[in-house]
């Protein structure tokens, strides 16, 4: 148990535009999931932290207004990156805390964004 | 902010060796966890250590919380190819195994058979 999915797992965009990423957890219910990015051969950053029915916190130095997340429901969130940048590219990961039967956070396996 | 400090930054062993590696941070973190990522996935949860001084085994690793609550060690006896990956430490301020967590740098280790 504790699955976490992510989709997609590789997308390329123009610059300008602005794509979707999903973050499920498919077996357990997630009140709260975390949006990690990573740039190559470098640690996992934290971007923010997503809330089911409230607003997401956001890191300092992190654009809210960029980088848009909604949790909608107990087992999805989604990051938009808008007018991405090729400066955006990057490996976006999420993970998501298990509150029953036991706790535990579980990492998804990212999405690899290349903007050109 | 906090920031953790691990080392070495990449280790290339001989399949059989055993490999350690550290982190440090500048601050108190309250539960120590250790992941492994192999590329292009997310990673994965080898051990979570939650109290000082705590020494805790899974299979061939073997981590142990430091008494100062600001390091901790990841050992790997015996290694093997499958081991490869990379390697990160990060700590959480609170006493649980989820929250916000601050990672370090990672090791990248390769074994050669």
């Known amino acids: 148990g504790a699955v976490v999915s992510q989709h997609p797992s590789r997308v390329i965009c123009k610059s300008g535009t602005s794509v979707k990423i999903e973050c499920r957890s498919l077996?357990?219910?997630?009140?709260?999931m975390f949006w990690y990015r990573q740039f190559p051969k470098q640690s996992l950053m934290l971007m923010a932290t997503?809330?089911?029915?409230?607003?997401?916190?956001?890191e300092q130095g992190v654009e809210k207004d960029k980088f848009l997340i909604n949790h909608a429901s107990l087992t999805l969130s989604t990051l938009t990156v808008t007018s991405a940048h090729p400066e955006d590219s990057s490996f976006y990961i999420c993970s998501a805390v298990r509150d029953y039967p036991t706790v535990g956070q579980y990492f998804g396996p990212g999405t690899r964004l290349t903007v050109t | 902010g906090q920031q953790l400090n691990q080392s070495p930054q990449s280790m290339f062993i001989q399949e059989g060796e055993d490999v350690s590696m550290n982190c440090t941070s500048s601050s108190i973190f309250n539960t120590w966890l250790w992941y492994k990522q192999e590329p292009g996935e997310g990673p994965v949860l080898l051990i979570a250590l939650y109290k000082a001084g705590e020494l805790t085994s899974n299979g061939r690793l073997t981590a142990q919380f430091g008494i100062t609550r600001k390091d901790s060690f990841l050992n790997i006896s015996a290694s093997i190819p499958s081991d490869v990956g990379i390697y990160f430490c990060?700590?959480?301020?609170?006493?649980?195994?989820?929250?916000?967590?601050?990672f370090g740098q990672g090791t990248i280790l390769t074994v050669h058979p």
């Open positions: 997503s809330n089911e029915g409230s607003k997401a916190t956001y």
């Open positions: 077996d357990f219910q997630a009140t709260t």
């Open positions: 990060a700590g959480l301020a609170g006493g649980t195994s989820y929250g916000k967590l601050t």
